[in-house]
């Protein structure tokens, strides 16, 4: 498995924005970002792959939420701009260290490794 540590959360006004970071203790196949709110399953929101730059977003947050990497491929961003309070979450880091088909990007499932997690709370 891989180490994960995650940086960047806080609190916001809605429409504001924040910048996550998780760095991983070694390169992987892929990273991602989900996020799971109080009573509600864990979703994905943004994940990529290492090699080729590949990305993938739910539908919720295209347009507003950017994902990527550093030149290491170890360090995964996640620029969240024009947040709504239905983004209030906890957000976690992941990475896959063997290769999953896009099918599975934004799926817990196809990751292997995880972050503790970091509060995002928007307010309205």
């Known amino acids: 498995q891989v180490q994960l540590v995650e940086s960047g959360g806080g609190s916001v006004q809605a429409g504001g924005s924040l910048r996550l970071s998780c760095t991983a203790s070694?390169?992987?196949?892929?990273m991602g970002w989900f996020r799971q709110a109080p009573g509600k399953a864990r979703e994905g929101v943004a994940g990529i792959y290492s090699g080729g730059g590949r990305t993938f977003y739910a539908d919720s947050v295209k347009g507003r939420f950017t994902i990527s990497q550093d030149n290491a491929k170890t360090t995964v961003y996640l620029q969240m701009s024009r947040l709504k309070p239905e983004d209030t979450a906890m957000y976690y880091c992941a990475a896959e260290t063997s290769w999953v088909p896009a099918s599975q990007a934004l799926k817990p499932a196809g990751y292997d490794s995880w972050g503790q997690g970091t509060q995002v709370t928007v307010s309205s």
């Open positions: 070694r390169y992987t196949y892929g």
